[in-house]
């Protein structure tokens, strides 16, 4: 069973920047397609991005100039740089294995005043 263990988000001002990291156990993690999704409660969780085994990254409309999905598989990590922060940004953001039957990230709030 991989695990996910999330880090990063917080409280930060309109337009200002968050860096969200996801690190995974277990082994093949440089070929593993990764996501990072978000919540608001109420809502379904929604895609935020994608990016393959090889760094190809795929975006929400919403989210694409400003946030950018990049990956260490030295590491086993997957990053998620936000900037230009808008309050509806505000969710808690999980990342996502692809892997089999999936695996998710306990979840991480960010919040985004106005």
């Known amino acids: 069973q991989v695990q996910l263990v999330q880090s990063g988000g917080g409280l930060v001002q309109a337009g200002g920047s968050l860096k969200l990291s996801c690190a995974a156990s277990g082994s093949g993690f440089s070929s593993k397609i990764m996501g990072w999704y978000r919540q608001i409660p109420g809502k379904q969780r929604e895609l935020v991005a994608s990016?393959?085994?090889?760094?190809?990254?795929s975006y929400a409309d919403s989210v694409k100039g400003r946030f950018t999905f990049s990956r260490d598989n030295a590491k086993s990590t997957v990053y998620l740089q936000m900037n230009s922060l808008k309050p509806e940004d505000t969710a808690v953001y999980y990342c996502y294995d692809y892997t089999l039957l999936g695996s998710w990230g306990q979840g991480t709030q960010v919040t985004v005043s106005s």
């Open positions: 990016i393959s085994g090889r760094g190809s990254t």
